[in-house]
């Protein structure tokens, strides 16, 4: 899931003297969300290309919002559970926490509430949480996320669409998160009643060009009817759609979200 944080437009650097506010932002979350790159884009506009692994990492941004000076320390921190114990060492003095997963992870959406809501309020109790995930912020209005609940895989969405906004909201991730792009009505994928759009897009890439040989890793998890070569295997599956309406590609469950960004950016070097 993605949930949209805005930020101030316009960002100037001045001298760190100038600064007449001091306020700490610490961010958190599981290992390669893109914790790092949220920062660094932020701090240096520049996105790295290379992935380095993060222990601590302290930048800093001088901004000006409502014609005042802030500046604004970012603490980078490791999601590893290497560094449990080290991690608590950025708390203190802070004013805000970003919490970020990836969302092709369903285990770092999970940690949300089980792992990093729990920490940073041990920690930081009454400071602020924003939610967010890096992909969607980076491309803006260039880049629509659509999601369309399912229940055939393993019965893992068993509720009704009402449940699934209270449950987003109240459960997992919690924290009031409310989506910031459309969630569609509860669908079939395969199958017989396959909605449309999946049939269309099943047709048009019938595999994902990542591992074209993707399957169900286990028969018994089939609740549907007829089976084809084709069918969507598991969740967080992902199809990419040029502005045109063409499919682009397919993505296994086991791509990474955020390696879809190089593909995003040849679609939107041919919008007009």
Request: net charge negative.
């Amino acid at each position: 899931m993605i949930i949209s944080v805005i930020f101030v437009k316009s960002i100037f650097f001045f001298p760190l003297a100038m600064a007449a506010i001091r306020k700490k932002l610490v961010i958190v979350g599981d290992g390669a969300c893109g914790k790092t790159c949220l920062l660094i884009v932020f701090s240096k506009d520049q996105f790295p290309e290379v992935y380095v692994p993060t222990v601590f990492e302290n930048y800093v941004a001088d901004i000006e919002v409502d014609g005042k000076q802030v500046e604004l320390a970012l603490w980078d921190t490791a999601g590893q559970e290497d560094y449990d114990r080290l991690r608590p060492l950025s708390y203190p003095d802070t004013d805000v926490i970003l919490m970020c997963f990836s969302i092709d992870s369903p285990d770092s959406l999970e940690n949300i509430p089980e792992k990093w809501t729990p920490e940073v309020k041990h920690f930081c109790p009454n400071v602020p949480i924003i939610l967010f995930s890096e992909l969607q912020r980076r491309y803006g209005p260039g880049l629509a996320v659509l999601a369309f609940p399912c229940n055939q895989f393993g019965h893992q969405e068993n509720a009704t669409n009402e449940e699934i906004l209270l449950s987003l909201k109240h459960v997992r991730p919690g924290n009031g998160y409310e989506p910031n792009f459309t969630i569609f009505e509860k669908c079939d994928v395969n199958g017989a009643n396959a909605h449309p759009l999946f049939t269309f897009l099943k047709e048009a890439l019938p595999f994902p060009h990542d591992d074209p040989m993707s399957l169900m890793t286990n028969p018994q998890y089939i609740i549907w009817s007829p089976v084809c070569r084709n069918d969507i295997s598991w969740n967080f599956e992902k199809f990419l759609i040029g502005r045109d309406g063409v499919p682009f590609k397919r993505y296994s469950r086991h791509f990474e979200t955020i390696k879809i960004q190089d593909d995003i950016e040849k679609l939107l070097q041919h919008v007009p």
